[in-house]
C-alpha cells in the first residue's frame, strides 16, 4: 500500500534562509513523487516532479527535491526562503494506477 | 494555453438549496477528478471519471453526484448543500499514454463554496 507522510505540520523560517519540507512515502512500486504549493484560497501548483530519472529535481521559484530510496524520503528544500513561499505545501504520491495520495501538507511560515 | 477551469471560483448558497461547479479542460486529458477541500486539510477524492467511466470513491456522501457530458467538461452537482460541504473544490485532469496513466495531475483553480 502507498502512503506519503509530511513530518513537519507547520514549518517557520526567516526570509533568506534555508527551507527544508519533509517527506517520507511509503510504495510498493516505484514511485512518482510530487510537490505541490497552495497559496491562500487558490488551486494547487506543479512545483516539481520526480519519476524515474535523475534523483535530484529541479523545480519552479529556486526549489528542489532529492529522491532517496534508501531512505524513502523526498524531502524539499531551497537555499533561500523568500515572503512569497509562505503557503501550503503538499507531497503527493503515485504508482502509476488510478490512485493518487496526498500528504497531510506542511504551512511554510517565512518570518521578516 | 492549456489549462484547467473551474467556474464559479466563488459560490455562495442557502442550506439545501442545489449548486452546480463546473471544470473543463482544453489538455484532452481522459481523467478527470473532482476533490473536496476543507480549510487546513488536504485535497479529499469524492470521484473521478475515466472517460465516461464513472469512479466514485466508497465515502463519498449520496449527497454529491457528477455529470461528464463529453471530454472536455465535467460538473459537480450538490443535491442538498449542509453546513458541512463548505469547502473549496478542486478539478484535476491526468492523461493516458498507450494505456498508461500519465505521471502528473493538474489541477484547476479551485472553487470556494460556501453554504449559509
Known amino acids: 500500500a502507498q502512503s506519503v507522510t509530511q513530518l513537519d505540520s507547520h514549518v517557520s523560517v526567516s526570509e533568506g534562509t534555508p527551507v527544508l519540507l519533509r517527506c517520507n512515502y511509503s510504495s510498493s512500486y516505484s514511485p512518482s513523487l510530487f510537490w505541490y504549493v497552495q497559496h491562500p484560497n487558490k488551486g494547487l501548483q506543479l512545483l516539481l516532479k520526480?519519476?524515474?530519472?535523475?534523483?535530484l529535481v529541479k523545480g519552479i521559484n529556486g526549489f528542489e527535491a532529492e529522491f532517496k530510496k534508501s531512505e524513502t524520503s523526498f524531502h524539499l528544500t531551497k537555499p533561500s526562503a523568500h515572503m512569497s513561499d509562505a503557503a501550503e505545501y503538499f507531497c503527493?504520491?503515485?504508482?502509476?494506477?488510478?490512485?493518487?495520495?496526498f500528504g497531510k501538507g506542511t504551512r511554510l511560515h517565512i518570518l521578516p | 494555453d492549456a489549462m484547467v477551469i473551474q467556474n464559479p471560483r466563488y459560490q455562495v448558497t442557502q442550506f439545501g438549496k442545489p449548486v452546480t461547479l463546473s471544470c473543463s479542460q482544453t489538455?484532452?486529458?481522459?481523467?478527470m477528478y473532482w476533490y473536496q477541500q476543507k480549510s487546513s486539510q488536504a485535497p479529499k477524492l469524492l470521484f473521478h471519471y475515466y472517460d465516461k467511466d464513472f469512479n466514485n470513491e466508497a465515502d463519498t456522501p449520496d449527497n454529491f453526484q457528477s455529470r461528464r457530458p463529453n471530454t472536455s467538461f465535467c460538473f459537480l452537482d450538490i443535491r442538498s448543500p449542509g453546513l458541512g460541504d463548505t469547502a473549496m473544490y478542486l478539478c484535476?485532469?491526468?492523461?493516458?499514454?498507450?494505456?498508461?496513466?500519465?505521471?502528473?495531475?493538474?489541477f484547476g483553480p479551485g472553487t470556494r463554496l460556501l453554504v449559509l
Open positions: 503527493v504520491v503515485n504508482n502509476r494506477d488510478d490512485k493518487i495520495i
Open positions: 489538455l484532452n486529458h481522459n481523467v
Open positions: 520526480y519519476t524515474s530519472a535523475a534523483t
Open positions: 484535476a485532469t491526468r492523461g493516458m499514454r498507450q494505456g498508461a496513466y500519465q505521471e502528473t495531475q493538474y
